[in-house]
């Protein structure tokens, strides 16, 4: 992997398989010290700026929100050098003022997941980074204003309720997230997050809002073939937004996270595990 390089990346969720637009397109297949990930990485220029694109779900959409690779498809994108992470996921909305069709840019989350592991450290390595803010600003600053170009139909801010799945929420549970203040919900989100602050990279996320989940006593509760359906009408206009945002998060400083690490370990040096240490090598700068 050491020839190949993107400075940003985009792992794309439900309907978004591909990115078009993409110049010297090649694909490579990759192993980390975690497993392979997803699916190859596709990799390409635009508009001068390096991009990868990794499918979150594989091609062909064969991996359930638990069994995606996580920890593999974030420590590849690490080893390229990555910067700037840009997710696109789709959920559904717990809030009137985001129907479907609406793009939200997440700014916090709430996770309620328990059967997904969420860290490249333990194993006799401690680590701890910080998740208060986890979303790069300014990269929703971008995703703004190419939506305000765009005239996409979008919302800045929202809390994401990450559920693990792969079953829809029951109604009461929908009914409690609104309560807590969750504004959309999905199934993958929040892992990601975690593991791109651990690795040292910023990012921002394009939740793509398909239904409005079950509480909403006007509309049919959540099914495939509606998320499939709204899935697909919102692909020109990711294409579209990715197309204009892509060039511009490319010219964003480097992710001020870089270093997060450097003040995250919790155990001694003379007691951290070797192996545990070869396997997280490329998170560190040094």
């Not at 010297?24 to 699916?39: A, F, H, N, Y």
């Not at 050098?81 to 996921?89: I, K, M, N, W």
């Not at 791109?196 to 809002?209: K, L, Y």
Request: hydrophobic share 40%.
């Amino acid at each position: 992997m050491t020839k190949n390089s993107a400075r940003v990346a985009v792992i794309g969720g439900s309907g978004v398989y591909d990115i078009d637009g993409l110049q010297d397109k090649q694909t490579i297949s990759v192993d980390t010290p975690w497993g392979k990930p997803s699916d190859d990485i596709l990799l390409g220029t635009m508009d001068g700026v390096e991009v990868a694109f990794l499918p979150r779900h594989g091609r062909g959409h064969f991996l359930s929100p638990t069994d995606v690779p996580y920890l593999a498809n974030i420590y590849a994108l690490r080893e390229l050098g990555v910067q700037h992470v840009l997710t696109a996921t789709a959920v559904g909305a717990l809030r009137e003022h985001t129907p479907p069709g609406t793009f939200v840019f997440v700014d916090q989350y709430i996770d309620r997941t328990y059967r997904r592991r969420q860290t490249f450290f333990g194993d006799g390595v401690v680590a701890h980074v910080p998740m208060a803010d986890p979303v790069c600003s300014a990269m929703v600053d971008v995703l703004e204003e190419c939506s305000q170009d765009l005239r996409l139909a979008h919302h800045r801010g929202g809390t994401y309720i990450c559920i693990e799945g792969p079953q829809f929420s029951t109604r009461a549970e929908s009914e409690m997230y609104r309560q807590w203040g969750a504004d959309i919900i999905g199934m993958t989100n929040i892992t990601e997050a975690k593991l791109i602050r651990e690795a040292g990279m910023s990012f921002a996320s394009i939740a793509m809002v398909t239904d409005f989940d079950c509480w909403h006593p006007d509309h049919e509760d959540v099914d495939v073939a509606q998320v499939i359906a709204t899935a697909h009408r919102n692909a020109d206009n990711v294409v579209e937004l990715l197309k204009m945002a892509l060039p511009k998060l490319g010219v964003l400083p480097d992710s001020e996270w870089r270093g997060v690490l450097d003040s995250a370990i919790m155990t001694a040096p003379d007691a951290r595990d070797a192996d545990t240490l070869l396997k997280v090598a490329a998170l560190f700068n040094k």
